[in-house]
């Protein structure tokens, strides 16, 4: 089977096509479009046009997209209503009370998605045991109806009280709106996001309402013109849990693919490490808009149920939360694209970005802010003649006059002393990042190799992997269009959830399990059958679970096999050892409860198919040789040698200061760090201690 995969990214769209018979694989990056769609459609000619492949003759189209990520950060989803329970109108406004900086009296909330006067009330009232308090008054429903066709809303949330213990009221609901207002989409908070606690829960069902006209459009384009350019199979696309589902569900449920592009690079990571027997992995993707920092435990991405998007300064709380499963992940915005500028006295990065259009100044396409590329391509670190493979020519000399202009002279410093304040400053911004994903959720960095990937991870993991102490980095093969890859690596899946508080008994609670599951199972099969994939379904469960009292729950990957009478013991056994492994304390008088059941269901195929090794890219190999580069452990601007990558494949090993030049990516190595290639391709990079020379 021929596959090909693409990325959209923020700056550069990705592309990889597989060949499932030879093995090869070939790899393609062009600058993303306004119109995301134009991009796709014109890298996916010349990928084809060089490799002289039909478009018939594609099995599979995998795609990451960040059009849903986009609409909600830049406020161009659709027009949207809410309905809610009588009182409970300001839900989205009040939001939490705990404050993301405590001592900022001038903080910003998270915008919603829905406007206050566009916020309607039905009465009703259901207990949190899903029995019926109040029924629904048909009047104050057809009120709140009339309320959303006279505003003109383009699609409508519903988040009910207590909707996901009894959803009879919320679907009452959308069958109203069925027949008086049949083209107006309605989204359910008990089948967008079944789980309690209602600001997070309404805030992920409107989330998905204000998406949802956007990723439908999109979606229906895409496949269009895929059709007209005689792609016949399937297209599917990345969900932020890192499993694929149809074009049909991701327009049902566009929040599952809020996260998709990072998701993909992941899961590349995974199967890299496991590649190079590592099972413990910090992966850090640095594209040209944004760096992302994740985990892989155990040789599997670990996933949280809940994260945020659009934060303020990237604070934990200062975002809307959506409340659907995704690979753990901190980003951040520091880009190649990211804009450098002076702020009291100090040099500040990002997270705004120049992006592709007009993108940084060395682009030579109008723009005017300097950005960490261009930083990067004074101070030696990107061939201004081999960018992109050579396809784009960078001018260094307009990025070295920029950086004068807004940096140095406003700062009193040299021009190099600038830019290396620039990367120094990105670095350190990641660094941060790095520390949070890592040490204070209880990794230790030692014990971890860092994968890096994106145009600009292997700039800057050297130098990050050393700042933080971990011993080894991993650049794969392709390292460039690295979410591109993973995507080849994924496999149809499906995650459904629900809440059902139990405390957990070891003797008595297996029939409650049982119960919770089953129900889930339905939901799963129900999804499974929109899913334009074969293959026999592979479960798996895990639970959001806590000692009761407590206010966070930790995740636990729960047993396989039947549900009988010990489940419960096993259950508990399972979070006591999660519980342990996280916190490295045990309360022997606790009682355990799970909140939040999970269950997996995965069509696997694919995984593991890919030789991650054999990564092509069109374009001629870089000649060897020196450059200036500026390394400030050896003094500053110093000849470095310039080696292609390939160049190691005999086994050689290389010291740095180095720099290796690939098609799709560069990879900085400061003084005392050694690499070598491995048997799959990926450059290995021993981590000199800091201080070492």
């Not at 383009?154 to 083209?183: C, D, G, M, T």
């Not at 792609?231 to 693919?257: H, K, T, Y």
């Not at 700039?459 to 093969?477: D, E, F, M, Q, W």
């Not at 009292?549 to 995740?555: A, S, V």
Request: aromatic fraction near 6%; glycine fraction near 10%; include cysteine.
């Amino acid at each position: 089977m021929i596959r090909v995969a693409f990325d959209i990214g923020g700056t550069f769209t990705d592309f990889v096509l597989h060949d499932g018979a030879t093995g090869a694989t070939q790899a393609l990056k062009v600058p993303t479009t306004r119109d995301p769609g134009e991009a796709v459609l014109n890298g996916l000619e010349q990928l084809l046009g060089k490799t002289g492949i039909a478009p018939s003759s594609i099995g599979l189209v995998l795609h990451a997209t960040t059009v849903a990520t986009n609409a909600v950060l830049e406020r161009k989803g659709a027009a949207i209503g809410l309905i809610t329970t009588d009182g409970f109108r300001d839900v989205l406004i009040i939001g939490r009370q705990k404050r993301y900086e405590t001592y900022d009296l001038y903080i910003d909330k998270p915008k919603p998605l829905v406007e206050r006067r566009h916020i309607a009330e039905v009465v009703e009232r259901v207990a949190p045991d899903g029995s019926v308090v109040t029924s629904l008054d048909a009047k104050s429903l057809d009120r709140a109806i009339d309320a959303m066709i006279e505003s003109g809303r383009e699609a409508v949330a519903v988040s009910l009280l207590h909707a996901y213990a009894n959803p009879e009221h919320e679907k009452r609901i959308r069958e109203r709106f069925a027949q008086r207002a049949p083209h107006i989409p309605v989204s359910l908070s008990s089948e967008i996001s079944p789980k309690f606690r209602e600001y997070e829960r309404t805030s992920t069902t409107a989330t998905n309402a204000y998406v949802k006209p956007v990723v439908e459009r999109y979606l229906g384009n895409l496949e269009q013109a895929l059709r007209q350019r005689g792609f016949r199979n399937e297209l599917f696309v990345m969900q932020s849990s890192g499993g694929l589902i149809s074009p049909d569900l991701a327009r049902d449920f566009p929040v599952r693919i809020i996260e998709s592009g990072p998701a993909a690079g992941i899961l590349m990571c995974a199967i890299v490490g496991k590649t190079e027997g590592r099972e413990h992995v910090i992966t850090f993707d640095m594209g040209g808009t944004t760096a992302k920092l994740g985990a892989i435990d155990g040789g599997k991405p670990a996933i949280m149920p809940t994260f945020e998007i659009d934060m303020v300064r990237y604070k934990k709380g200062s975002g809307l939360p959506i409340n659907v499963p995704a690979v753990e992940m901190i980003e951040i915005g520091a880009g190649g694209g990211s804009i450098a500028r002076t702020s009291r006295g100090m040099i500040v990065v990002g997270p705004d970005s120049a992006g592709a259009d007009p993108g940084p100044i060395c682009y030579n396409r109008g723009g005017e802010e300097p950005t960490i590329t261009d930083a990067n391509v004074m101070l030696g670190y990107i061939a201004p003649d081999w960018f992109n493979g050579g396809t784009m020519r960078l001018d260094a000399d307009a990025a070295a006059a920029g950086i004068k202009r807004k940096i140095a002279d406003p700062l009193g410093i040299s021009p190099a002393e600038a830019a290396w304040g620039i990367h120094l400053v990105a670095t350190s911004n990641m660094e941060n990042a790095l520390r949070i994903v890592s040490v204070e959720r209880g990794r230790d960095p030692r014990r971890y190799a860092m994968v890096a990937f994106g145009g600009a991870g292997p700039l800057h993991a050297a130098r990050l992997a050393r700042a933080v102490g971990i011993p080894t980095v991993i650049v794969p093969s392709g390292a460039g269009v690295g979410s591109a890859i993973g995507l080849l690596e994924a496999d149809p899946r499906i995650d459904v959830t629900t809440t059902k508080v139990l405390r957990l008994d070891p003797n008595r609670s297996g029939a409650d399990i049982a119960a919770v599951y089953k129900g889930l199972e339905a939901q799963a099969l129900a999804d499974a059958k929109r899913m334009a994939a074969n293959g026999e379904l592979q479960w798996s469960r895990y639970a959001q679970m806590r000692y009761a009292g407590q206010g966070f729950e930790i995740h636990v990957d729960l047993p396989d096999g039947p549900i009988d009478d010990t489940y419960g013991r096993r259950a508990i056994d399972a979070f006591n050892e999660a519980y342990m492994r996280k916190h490295k304390f045990l309360d022997a008088e606790g009682t355990i409860e799970a909140v939040d059941w999970t269950l997996v269901a995965a069509m696997p195929a694919r995984s593991g198919a890919t030789r991650l090794g054999r990564i092509e890219a069109a374009g001629p190999s870089k000649r060897s040789g020196t450059r200036k580069a500026w390394f400030p452990e050896a003094g500053g601007y110093i000849d470095t040698r310039i080696l292609d990558r390939q160049a190691l494949a005999g086994g050689a090993n290389v010291t740095g200061p180095a720099i290796l030049e690939d098609l799709d990516s560069t990879t900085v190595m400061l003084p005392g760090d050694v690499a070598r290639l491995s048997a799959e391709g990926h450059l290995i990079i021993d981590i000199a201690k800091e201080g070492a020379p």
